[in-house]
């Protein structure tokens, strides 16, 4: 019988992610900016990675908000992990400064205006594409140069079920979050030669101000009590009748910048309670 044909030496691929190791502190060595970090997802992301080592960059233009995030972080003592930065994103050019020598970005600031879109008001619709879908390119432009030069980046961006589904009276914003993916896989398919993955992570309704806010706007616009707009509006598509938690949101933000996604890019974590499963 005729020995099998010696098979064929094949060019060597890439070689492995130069990120980290598996382990506690796996993000040490890598600083990460996370926006919209006074509360809610982005307060749980900013301490989340901090407890994985990062120095995180705290943005958001709510002071108070992120004094409370620093006596988080000193409660859990993770005090010089987590630097404090008072900045409105609609400041564009400041943002984008901002950015410059971060590895990790963390585009999570989000603002909301509920209204049928005849009745929208225009400069409701700019602010809300400025700061959701203009600031995220200008922070990636001020982020992206460093992370090419390291070899090495995580770009997560918090999107929405409404960056795959539309709902009523939410022009602005579901405009954004689609938007939103569409840089992120944009990214990810020119950061790639690069070390760098780019992927949103895309929740139903969250525990956060945002949607709080949203219960007593979606009561005047459907007509119904507060207590009703929960079950009978937010969440009707979703097979889980139960709000998202800002930490189950931090822990997949924090497992596509560890060492066990980096072949994860240009995709979408959906965590919407069965919402998309229509």
């Known amino acids: 019988m005729a020995d099998a044909p010696t ?15 598996p382990g506690p502190g796996v993000l040490a060595g890598h600083t990460a900016l ?3 970090a006074a509360g809610g997802i982005g307060a749980a992301c900013a301490l989340r990675l901090a407890a994985d080592g990062a120095r995180v960059r705290a943005l958001d233009r ?7 995030l620093e006596r988080r972080a000193k409660e859990e003592r993770l005090a010089g992990n987590v630097e404090a930065v008072v900045l409105d994103l609609a400041d564009l ?3 984008e400064r901002a950015a410059a020598d971060t590895d990790i970005l963390v585009n999570n600031a989000g603002i909301q205006h509920v209204s049928p879109l005849h009745e929208f008001p225009p400069e409701a619709f700019h602010t809300v594409l400025t700061v959701m879908l203009e600031a995220p390119f200008r922070l990636l432009r001020g982020a992206l140069p460093h992370m090419y030069e390291r070899g090495w980046g995580r770009v997560v961006n918090i999107s929405s079920v ?16 689609h938007g939103l993916e569409g840089l992120s896989k944009t990214v990810a398919l020119e950061g790639a030669a690069h070390g760098v993955t780019s992927n949103c992570v895309s929740p139903g309704y969250v525990r956060t101000p945002l949607v709080e806010k949203q219960l007593a706007d979606q009561a005047a616009v459907h007509s119904l009590p507060v207590e009703r707009v929960l079950t ?17 949101v931090a822990e997949a933000v924090a497992y596509l910048c560890g060492p066990h996604a980096s ?8 965590m919407d309670g069965g919402w998309t499963a229509h």
């Open 62 to 68: 709510d002071g108070d908000g992120l004094a409370e």
């Open 232 to 248: 009978d509006v937010l969440l009707a598509g979703s097979a889980l009748k139960r709000l998202v938690e800002p930490e189950e």
């Open 162 to 177: 409404h960056g795959l589904r539309a709902s009523a009276y939410k022009s602005a914003y579901v405009a954004a979050k």
């Open 34 to 36: 996370v926006t919209g």
């Open 7 to 21: 098979p064929r030496s094949q060019p060597p691929g890439p070689g492995p992610d130069p990120g980290p190791a």
């Open 263 to 270: 072949f994860i890019t240009g995709s979408t974590l959906v």
């Open 93 to 95: 050019p400041a943002a």
